[in-house]
């Protein structure tokens, strides 16, 4: 298993992100149906848009983000951010609910002390999302619904992937990890499946902490 700092060589900026990525109401039903509780704490939550949506459907959210361009975006939408990673994160409230949303855990530095400080906090259920294209495709691809271009190469289990958008360019580098390594950093901290929906190209996992 590859292990190490996650590499970021170019980060997309934070004003841009809502109108590249703007349809997120696949996102937003898949956690309405599985959220239990009222409170959320939203890792990796960039400009605060998923814990936005949450928050109007009437759960309280909070979100740790570790870029501060994406941190003042999200909290002039009024969510409740904190600028640092999961590893690092120190908050003194109990959660109902933690959330990682795309694919946020494959850019994790250190997988492991997430998931241990995550359970810590969390009273109730983990849903996250994780990149397992398990076959290496390299080359070129284009996404005729986000109009976006992409290429990808494969260092090992080091995934370094280029997109293309109508005048911008993103950089970013993911570990890619098997269903075996997850599930048994999962069960190590305490975590029992409650639902794993595997598709295309990510896997959508429901875990109770059962601690």
């Not at 970021?8 to 997120?24: Q, V």
């Not at 983000?65 to 969510?79: A, F, H, L």
């Not at 690092?88 to 855990?105: S, W």
């Not at 997988?111 to 495709?137: C, E, M």
Request: proline residues 2%; glycine residues 6%.
């Amino acid at each position: 298993m590859f292990a190490g700092n996650v590499i970021l060589k170019k980060m997309f900026r934070a004003s841009k992100y809502d109108k590249l990525y703007p349809d997120r109401d696949m996102e937003i039903r898949f956690l309405l149906k599985y959220l239990r509780g009222k409170t959320v704490l939203d890792i990796g939550g960039g400009t605060g848009f998923i814990s936005q949506a949450l928050n109007s459907e009437g759960f309280m959210c909070w979100s740790v983000e570790p870029q501060k361009e994406m941190v003042e975006i999200s909290r002039q939408k009024g969510v409740d951010t904190v600028c640092s990673t999961a590893e690092k994160m120190e908050l003194d409230i109990g959660f109902d609910n933690a959330i990682m949303m795309f694919n946020v855990f494959n850019f994790l530095e250190d997988p492991d002390k997430a998931l241990n400080n995550i359970s810590k906090l969390l009273k109730g259920r983990l849903i996250f999302t994780y990149y397992n294209q398990s076959k290496k495709v390299k080359g070129w691809q284009f996404n005729w619904k986000l109009k976006r271009l992409s290429r990808k190469k494969w260092f090992g289990n080091r995934v370094e992937i280029d997109f293309w958008f109508p005048f911008w360019h993103e950089h970013h580098t993911m570990r890619v990890y098997s269903d075996k390594h997850i599930l048994k950093l999962l069960k190590k901290h305490g975590f029992k499946i409650v639902k794993r929906i595997k598709e295309k190209y990510t896997t959508n996992i429901v875990a109770k902490n059962a601690n």
